[in-house]
């Protein structure tokens, strides 16, 4: 059943709610890796396991859950991510081991898939195709708010709350948001595959496309930048003399700039009828302004700085979304995404391992700053071979 035009950006907030809670979780834990490994007695890699698990997880379940809100709909596919998180958001109350953590945090990145797969879906099925990158961009911001709020609140929360009482915090958090979801959330159009189609058939048909291959490179590379970047960013900071809470803002910093830049740049894509040009643009900006960050001291010129690469490279992501869906066409949307997510979350692990493998010693990052500065060169490098999606999005049904 068509719904009023105005409900849509109804159905857009409370997506938004799911998405900002899976990304709160997955990174409360980002700006507290030292305390975690005095607490827990474990070295840095060890300790990043906490955060690392979401994008090695999403690798295994980001296909199925792509599949599954093709067949079955995303607002079925949101609920379940949504009640399989907030039921390991409540178990981490229960200050326990390490490796207990670790579980938690893996059955949270379990849910994650299923929600955040949801987002092409859900946009091919209320908006216009003329308005997809902004209602993609508007639809990430809650991605981002999750991102800024788990970076900031984090240390805060610790210090006011103790572990397990910011954990309840988190847990309260996360069920509203499923519970509002589950309430008021409803399909429009309902855009599915056909039932009959077989996963490895759609998989052989998008991966024939060379421009969405290319597109899920891109997401390899920029998507395990952004991972190892914010990962890791209190260790490469705190050499500088930054401490773990301007480094948690540091990074708060950094999502702030991507809200808003989320909302300024897709819909000025939008406008200009082109996703090529502002994806390269993504990349030229990033690259400029991550080795200075990386070297900034405690002070204004390290928030303004995240805030403006924020800016400038997390529009990419909503830009890599709106291309996969007009490459992949509306009926593949959930499945193209669930593989973009794949390769995203793969280039998350690899690159947070090969940080860590390739610093100098424990207070020397800058080896692993030019690892990142590698990935977001080759990105580049693809962009520019490949080709432009906006004219594909009307008669795109198959790669």
Not at 65 to 85: E, H, N, P, Q
Not at 199 to 204: P, S, T, V
Request: proline fraction near 4%; include cysteine; charged fraction near 15%.
């Amino acid at each position: 059943m068509i719904k009023p035009p105005t409900y849509r950006w109804v159905i857009l907030l409370l997506f938004m709610l799911p998405a900002a809670m899976s990304q709160m979780l997955w990174l409360n834990f980002a700006p507290l890796l030292t305390a975690v490994q005095q607490k827990y007695r474990v070295d840095e890699l060890t300790s990043n396991l906490l955060i690392m698990v979401f994008p090695l997880v999403y690798v295994l379940i980001s296909v199925p859950a792509g599949f599954l809100t093709d067949k079955r709909g995303y607002r079925f596919a949101i609920i379940l991510g949504s009640v399989i998180m907030t039921g390991f958001a409540a178990l981490r109350i229960y200050d326990g081991p390490f490796w207990f953590m670790v579980a938690c945090q893996t059955g949270i990145a379990i849910g994650q898939p299923f929600i955040m797969n949801a987002i092409s879906k859900l946009v091919a099925d209320w908006f216009e195709p003329e308005h997809n990158a902004l209602a993609t961009g508007l639809g990430t911001l809650g991605m981002f708010i999750g991102m800024a709020l788990g970076l900031a609140l984090a240390v805060p929360f610790t210090q006011m709350f103790g572990t397990a009482g910011s954990m309840l915090v988190y847990a309260v958090m996360t069920a509203m948001s499923t519970l509002l979801f589950i309430l008021f959330a409803r399909e429009n159009r309902g855009v599915r595959d056909s039932a009959t189609a077989e996963m490895a058939r759609d998989l052989k048909i998008l991966l024939k496309s060379a421009n969405l291959v290319r597109l899920f490179a891109i997401a390899f590379l920029a998507l395990g930048y952004f991972n190892g970047f914010t990962s890791w960013l209190e260790q490469i900071l705190v050499p500088n003399g930054v401490s773990a809470e301007s480094a948690g803002n540091a990074g708060a910093s950094l999502i702030g700039g991507g809200i808003l830049g989320a909302a300024i740049i897709p819909a000025i894509s939008d406008a200009a009828r082109r996703r090529k040009p502002f994806l390269i643009s993504c990349c030229i900006l990033a690259g400029a302004l991550t080795y200075p960050l990386s070297r900034s001291t405690d002070g204004a010129a390290l928030y303004v700085m995240s805030a403006l690469l924020g800016f400038f490279f997390l529009p990419g992501y909503a830009l890599l979304l709106s291309a996969t869906e007009e490459f992949a066409g509306k009926e593949k949307a959930g499945s193209a995404t669930g593989l973009l997510m794949l390769f995203g979350n793969a280039g998350g692990v690899v690159v947070i391992i090969l940080m860590d493998i390739v610093k100098t010693s424990p207070r020397d990052w800058k080896n692993a700053v030019y690892l990142l500065l590698a990935t977001i060169t080759l990105s580049l490098g693809l962009a520019l071979i490949t080709g432009e999606s906006f004219h594909r999005r009307d008669h795109a049904k198959t790669p």
